[in-house]
Structure formats: structure tokens, C-alpha cells
């Protein structure tokens, strides 16, 4: 643990970039948090209310219509929206109609309420405002000609089937991982759903053919990890079904029913059809293909952009300041990484050569094969239980964290990043989980590994999506990227201020290669997309400027091509989490306490950042009073 001194310390330029670029390691912070005695300023803040006023309830129910899903996944899909449980997304042209509709509707009657604020309460004014922030993007994308629109969510893509965007990835991984079976009519709504996914995948397949109509073509590259992605996919279906019918056949065997022959029906007869349709679709499109990496090179390419970078970041910074940005961020974090390096007796070359040549060193390696998989999944389970015991230090007021690791599935790996993570069903009885791509074990670095795993789990996305599980059913629903993944950041702050790495040198320099890595992002996203950087350009900043593993980074820079944007807000949200808590300190001195801000940034829920911003000023005028 990093004890703090008695007084504020002054903020330099230079102390305020360090803040903003890794954490706060080195820099003298009041009260940093652990005095008993603090006061319970973000439970006198705390956003819950007491009810659901009845227009978030409505604009909840309509939003969950079009999204049955996330009704699962959430655990809501019972009593009056038990309905959604046997449903699938809409993914054709007349559904993302349906939903854009819902969507326009909805900010109507946000901004209605808005205007006449007669008896809001203030929790309630800050869910009108991240709604009407939440529509009001997502608006904005669905005037766009082509592409999927995140409503509240982190995922926006030109491409609606690609190497990680698609159906024949979202759907068999929904029905195994989220959707119950634990009575027959939980069969039945599997079946029922399975059912839908041959409609699903066309009505997919409907708008990837109106998109390259318009001369929207995905790069070669991405259509290439596509073609072979989904041809394995074709291939586990026609295995006697494969893994869409493993799982219903492994979870009702405590009942009896002709479920899984219905499966296998569904999915040689309808299925595997229309998972045909798709793959040709692709096949074709390879044959228009070229190597351009970037939005810059197609069709509204710079419009679609620019509105991605804005639903990402929650700003209005263009992309041109945020490769400044990270520019500056990233020499600024390796100038933290440099003394480390030496230390540990790496002089010569770059940060990056010399981090590349740490990669290499064996005894940071973990085993090939299954005796590494299970090596890392072990690691990684330790490493849960020594944060979560540490979240008394840095929260007032604790949630579960109730987590599961699980293998990302094997079709889905080669086109996967190294993990990612959420929070479960909103009662509490799903839980969380963090996928780990263990496609080869050399993805993976013993001093890398414990902030992914705080990153995903706790105290990021894990821990602070329980936290907003407790705020109303929309609350729930909508999802920021510049908070989620600046928060996620920030968790892996907390980490190395929890004394994470006071005994670990080597894993320090992991968690600020980490940090780097997204200030990173921020400049190849904004290269690739403004800059006509190339693919090969992206993969080598990565090797040659951070020392990350080739291995990684191609999955990651293909990432960047085919959700424009989405690598930004990781870093701006991060700054701005910061930004407020150094605003905190400053204004606060003394009565400043860890706890009371890191409760009052989860307590306010996932949020744009000029909300978070509003969060906090309420939270240090009631510190205050």
C-alpha cells in the first residue's frame, strides 16, 4: 500500500500528466483513504431511489422489447417481460427500424420530462440526462446508411458480419452462456430461440448485401479471419449439431423431452442453411476486396468516424486532438517505465525493444499447451481473491463481486482479444464472468496477467457493473464505453495503488505497459481511420514503441478495423475519471477520502463523462456541507 502524507501535495503540469497517464504512483495524495473516521459523503449521494419513477419503467419495457437479450443476460426476462425469454434480437433492416423508432420515441419523451422538471428528484434528473445522452448518439448512428448501432452500448461497427461482429458468434454463445435451463419451459425458450437464428443470420445477411451495394466492402484481411471463422463454425453445426445442441443436451438431462432432436432438426435443416448463405455473402465480397484498413477509404467513411469516435469517447474531441493525446500520454508513461527497466538491468534500446525483450524472458512465460491453460486459469483465480480482499480499502460500500473464468469458445478465439469481462443478471444470480482467450498460451505474460484480470473482473467491469445492476432496470440497460472501459482502467490504478505491486517490480511494469497500451490505441485507431495508416503500420507501433507481442497486437489492430472508435474511449475515460479526482482532492484538502470518490464515481452508474463530471460536483458539495 502507497501511504499518502497528512497535506495535499501541489500539482505540478508534469505530476498532473502522471495522474492522467497511469495512476498515481508516485504522487502524494491526501488521505487517500483509509481513515475510519472519513465521512459517508457518497452514501449521502448515493443516486438510488427509493422507486422506479414510472417513465423510466416505460422507457425500459420498450427498450427491452427490441432487445430480448439483454433481458436474459440482465435476469429481468420474468414476470411481465417473461415473454423475451423465447425471443431473439431482430437483426433485419425492419428491425434495427423497430429499434431506431423506439429509440426516437423514447427521447421525445425524455426531453419532454426534462423540460418540465416540476418534482424531479436529482437521481432521477441524472437518468433523463444519460438517456437523452444515450438516444440522442445512437440517433445520430442510425441516420447513418449502414452499420450496427450501440444504444447505450460500446459497439459500434460498419460491418455487421465480421471476423468479432455477427450472429453465428453472438448467438451460440448467448444461448450457452446466458440463457437458463433449469426447468423444461427454459428448454422450450431455448429451442424456441434457436429456432429464430436462421431468420436472424438472414435478416443479417440482407443488410451486409445493401452495404456493399453502396460499395462498402470490409478489408481483405478482416473477410479472410471471417470466411475461416465461420466455415468452422458451418463445420461444429454439422457434427450432429454441435455445441448449439451440446447445450441444451447437457442441461436437461434432468428432465425428460425431445429438446435436443429438435435442436439437431433446427440446425441441419435451417441453420446450417443459412449459415451457408452468409459465408458465400462473404466469399463474394472477398473477390471486391482490397488491403485499406480505415474508415477513410469507404463510402461516408469520415462521417461514420467521426459520430463512432463521439459515441466511444462521450466528447466531442476531434480525432486529430486525441492523437496528440496519446502521443503525449504514451512518452509520459514511458518515462515512468524507463528507471523500472534499468533497474531490473534492461539499459539499451527503446522501452519497447527492451519490454519486447522481457517478453521473451522465460520466466515470465506460462507452459504451452493445456498445462499453461490451466496454469493461467489458476493464476488468474488467485488473483481474484487477493483484490476482492482488498476492496474494503478502497469502497465504502461493497457489492459481491461474484465472478466466473471461463475459455472463450474455440470457434471465437482467432479473431478474440486476450480477454474480456461484464457483470451478470441484475438479481444477482447469474454471475459475472471474464472470458480468457487461451488460444495459445503465448498470449499471456505472468506479469500482464494480473491487471487483465483486474481490468475485467475486480475492481472493473465486474465489480462496477454490480453497482449499476442496483439502479434502475434503464440504468442497467445503457452503458457508455468512455466510462466502462475508463473505469476498467482506473481498476487496474487501484490495483497498483493497493499494493499490488509494491514487492513486484516486473508486474509494475506489466500494469504500465497496460496503461500505455491504450494510450496507444488512441493513436493507431486515429492513424488507421484519419491518417491511411496501414495495417502493418498499426501491428508495428504496438511491437516497436510498446514491446507487446505480435501475437496480440494483429488481433487488436483488426479490432480497430472493424469497431471504429471503440479503442479510444479506454484512455480519454480514464483521463477524465482523474481529472475529477484530482478535482476532488483540490477542492476537498483534508476531508478528501479514497472511499467517498471511488463510491460516488460506481454509485452514479455507467454515464457519459460530462455526468460523471455533475456526479462529482454533487459529490464534493455534500463532502463540503
Same mark, same amino acid.
Do not use: C, H, M, W
Given at each position: 500500500m502507497h501511504t499518502p502524507p497528512s497535506a495535499p501535495a501541489p500539482l505540478s503540469r508534469r505530476n498532473a500528466l502522471q495522474l492522467l497517464g497511469a495512476g498515481v504512483a508516485g504522487i502524494a495524495l491526501p488521505n487517500c483513504g483509509w481513515a475510519k473516521d472519513a465521512p459517508l459523503a457518497a452514501q449521502a449521494t448515493s443516486p438510488v431511489p427509493p422507486s422506479t419513477p414510472p417513465l423510466l419503467d416505460a422507457l425500459a419495457s420498450a427498450l427491452l422489447a427490441q432487445m430480448p437479450n439483454t433481458a436474459t443476460s440482465l435476469g429481468v426476462d420474468v414476470g411481465p417481460h417473461a415473454g423475451l425469454r423465447a425471443r431473439l434480437e &431482430? @437483426? /433485419?433492416?425492419? *428491425? %434495427? #427500424?423497430?429499434l431506431a423508432n423506439v429509440v426516437k420515441t423514447g427521447l421525445a419523451m425524455t426531453q419532454a420530462r426534462l423540460r418540465d422538471q416540476t418534482g424531479l428528484d436529482p437521481s432521477t434528473r441524472t437518468s433523463?440526462?444519460? %438517456?437523452? /445522452?444515450?438516444?440522442?448518439?445512437a440517433l445520430e448512428g442510425f441516420a447513418l446508411p449502414y452499420g450496427d448501432v450501440a444504444v447505450g452500448g460500446w459497439r459500434n461497427t460498419?460491418?455487421? =458480419? %465480421?471476423?468479432?461482429? *455477427? #450472429?453465428y458468434i453472438d448467438t451460440p454463445r448467448f444461448l450457452d452462456a446466458d440463457h437458463p435451463i433449469k426447468t423444461p419451459e427454459d428448454a422450450d425458450a431455448y429451442v424456441a430461440r434457436l429456432s429464430q437464428m436462421p431468420r436472424q443470420l438472414d435478416g443479417e445477411l440482407e443488410r451486409i448485401q445493401s452495404a456493399t451495394a453502396m460499395g462498402l466492402v470490409p478489408p481483405d484481411f478482416l473477410l479472410d479471419r471471417a470466411i475461416a471463422q465461420m466455415t468452422s463454425t458451418i463445420a461444429d453445426a454439422n457434427d450432429n449439431g454441435g455445441g448449439l445442441v451440446q447445450s441444451v443436451a447437457r442441461r436437461?438431462?434432468?428432465? /425428460? *423431452? !425431445?429438446w435436443v432432436q429438435h435442436a439437431r432438426s433446427i440446425v441441419a435443416d435451417e441453420v446450417v442453411p443459412a449459415l451457408g448463405r452468409q459465408l458465400a455473402e462473404l466469399q463474394r465480397q472477398r473477390g471486391l476486396a482490397t488491403g485499406d484498413p480505415g474508415m477513410h477509404e469507404r463510402p461516408q467513411g469520415e462521417r461514420f468516424y467521426a459520430r463512432a469516435l463521439k459515441a466511444s469517447t462521450t466528447t466531442n474531441v476531434p480525432a486529430e486532438e486525441v492523437h496528440r493525446l496519446g502521443v503525449e500520454q504514451l512518452a509520459e508513461l514511458h518515462g515512468q517505465m524507463d528507471p523500472i527497466l534499468k533497474h531490473l538491468g534492461y539499459t539499451q534500446g527503446s522501452v519497447g525493444a527492451r519490454m519486447t525483450a522481457l517478453g521473451r524472458d522465460p520466466r515470465f512465460m506460462f507452459a504451452k499447451g493445456d498445462e499453461g491453460r490451466a496454469q493461467i486459469l489458476d493464476f488468474i483465480h488467485h488473483r481474484i481473491d487477493w483484490i476482492k480482499a482488498q476492496m474494503p480499502r478502497a469502497f465504502r460500500q461493497l457489492v459481491p463481486g461474484n465472478v466466473e473464468v471461463h475459455r472463450l469458445p474455440l470457434a471465437e478465439e482467432p479473431g478474440a482479444p486476450t480477454a474480456y469481462g461484464g457483470p451478470g443478471s441484475k438479481d444477482g444470480t447469474v454471475p459475472g464472468k471474464m472470458w480468457i482467450n487461451l488460444r495459445t498460451t503465448d498470449l499471456h505474460r505472468k506479469y500482464t496477467l494480473p491487471t487483465l484480470v483486474h481490468h475485467e473482473t475486480i475492481p472493473g467491469h465486474v465489480w462496477q457493473g454490480e453497482y449499476a445492476n442496483r439502479l434502475p432496470l434503464i440504468r442497467s440497460m445503457l452503458a457508455f464505453n468512455a466510462y466502462s472501459e475508463g473505469w476498467a482502467?482506473? *481498476?487496474e490504478q487501484l490495483g497498483d495503488e493497493l499494493g499490488a505491486y509494491d514487492e513486484d517490480p516486473v508486474g509494475r511494469l506489466g500494469y504500465l505497459q497496460s496503461i500505455a497500451f491504450r494510450a496507444c490505441r488512441m %493513436?493507431? &485507431?486515429t492513424g488507421l481511420h484519419t491518417k491511411g495508416w496501414t495495417r502493418e503500420q498499426g501491428v508495428r507501433f504496438f511491437v516497436e514503441e510498446n514491446g507487446n507481442g @505480435?501475437?496480440? =497486437?494483429?488481433?487488436?489492430? !483488426? @479490432?480497430?478495423c472493424s469497431w471504429p472508435g471503440q479503442a479510444c474511449g479506454y484512455k480519454m475515460g480514464h483521463n477524465q475519471i482523474n481529472a475529477q479526482r484530482l478535482r476532488a482532492i483540490a477542492e476537498l484538502g483534508q476531508a478528501y477520502d479514497l472511499r467517498d470518490f471511488d463510491q460516488a464515481v460506481v454509485d452514479g452508474g455507467n454515464v457519459p463523462l460530462d455526468v460523471l463530471a455533475h456526479n462529482i460536483t454533487r459529490y464534493i458539495a455534500a463532502t463540503k456541507a
Open positions: &431482430d @437483426r /433485419s433492416p425492419e *428491425g %434495427i #427500424a423497430k433523463l440526462e444519460v %438517456i437523452k /445522452s444515450a438516444y440522442t448518439t460498419p460491418y455487421v =458480419v %465480421i471476423q468479432n461482429v *455477427g #450472429a436437461t438431462t434432468a428432465f /425428460s *423431452g !425431445d482502467l482506473y *481498476g %493513436i493507431v &485507431d @505480435r501475437e496480440e =497486437v494483429v488481433n487488436e489492430v !483488426d @479490432r480497430y
